[in-house]
């Protein structure tokens, strides 16, 4: 089937975007992993979305699915596996079948490389994958930063800038996170930190496999202020945009993004 704008992404930033292509009553997908699978599910508590303090990540997604899927938004569950460009249409690979639209909206968030042992287990947990986002949780206490660059070293010295006591691992080659039922320590080449909290900083990286030709500075899409890529008709919005990794500059990304490529999709012949 062929769509106005395809959503590559189920978190915020992608979300926000469909909601704004619907509202311009074009058609949209959205393809993602399971919800569940998003790492602010594992979010115990958001206290800086404006006008809802103190909400769990499972909670803010399932009510901005509810707002998307009543806005008309089509899902689909799954992985783009490669894309191509033709004429005045982008074809999408899902698994072993094709899609094609007008626009697309990248907002898959960021690569966190491969996970290591414990991570998974205990995400959520202690484990957290952005320093100023759930530091305040851990101020005063000890804390692990794993890092690979200067944006880790940025989100350690606002660690120590809350009070905490933060042992900072730079580029290690293997790291082990130890815990029952939440994180107590992390051992990383060969030496272990008894902690509270583990920091996975891992180095952002563009989705350039998937497009091949985009344009990256700093390791994340390079958009204009349209979040336009350099790319015909590809608009980028969320954490794979840059910094702050945040859920309300991913929701004003996305509205941003979504406006662009359904007005794209128009200008292009293909609106509907």
Known sequence: MSYDVLVIG?????????????????????????????????????????????????????????HAQAAGVEFREGKVLNTMHMEN???VSIGSDMESAAAIVLAGGVSRGKKFPGEEELLGKGV?????????????????VVGYGDSARKEASFLEGIGCKVT??????????????????????????????????RPTMAPTELFPGLAVEGGYVKVDRRMATNLPGVFAAGDCTGLPL????????G????????AYAVQNGQGR
Request: proline share 6%.
């Open 10 to 66: 189920g978190g915020p930033a992608g979300l926000s975007a469909a909601i704004n292509v619907r509202a311009r009553n074009k058609q949209v997908l959205v393809v993602s992993n399971p919800m569940e699978e998003s790492p602010l599910w594992k979010a115990e508590q958001i206290d800086n979305y404006l006008g809802l303090p103190g909400v769990t990540g499972p909670e803010m997604l399932r009510v901005m699915h509810r």
């Open 246 to 253: 945040q859920v309300a500059k991913a929701v004003g990304e």
């Open 89 to 91: 249409a982008w074809y």
């Open 255 to 262: 509205l941003v993004a979504g406006q662009s490529a359904a």
């Open 128 to 144: 957290s994958y952005c320093a100023t986002c759930d530091g305040m949780l851990y101020r005063g206490r000890p804390v692990a």
């Open 168 to 201: 900072y691992f730079h580029r290690p080659g293997s790291c082990s996170i130890q815990g029952s039922g939440k994180v107590e320590s992390i051992t990383c080449d060969g030496k272990t930190a008894a902690v509270d909290c583990v920091f996975l900083l």
